[in-house]
């Protein structure tokens, strides 16, 4: 195993020759550059997942009401209940 000073010169050794290959290469990109094509795919990110997210809650919404109303007793069932309930009192 490496010793504590011989393997901080081992990273020291690889950043340094990184970044001079990154130099030769002509690979560095500005930080301008950067930051907006960060911001850009961010941007790109939230807006899919808003409307994901506005899809998914749609749905649901969707789902419930239609739901509630297969759901919801009507005229004729309530009155088959009444019946029921009459004649398993008397």
Do not use: W
């Not at 970044?19 to 930051?35: A, C, N, Y």
């Amino acid at each position: 195993m490496l010793e504590p000073q011989r393997h901080s010169f081992v990273i020291t050794f690889v950043f340094v020759v990184d970044i001079l290959f990154m130099h030769v290469r002509g690979d560095d990109p500005s930080p301008v550059q950067e930051t907006a094509l960060e911001m850009k795919y961010a941007g790109i990110g939230i807006g899919v997942g808003i409307f994901l997210s506005v899809c998914f809650i749609a749905i649901k919404v969707y789902m419930i009401k239609r739901h509630l109303l297969d759901n919801e007793q009507s005229e004729d069932s309530m009155r088959a209940c009444m019946r029921v309930e009459v004649e398993s009192r008397t």
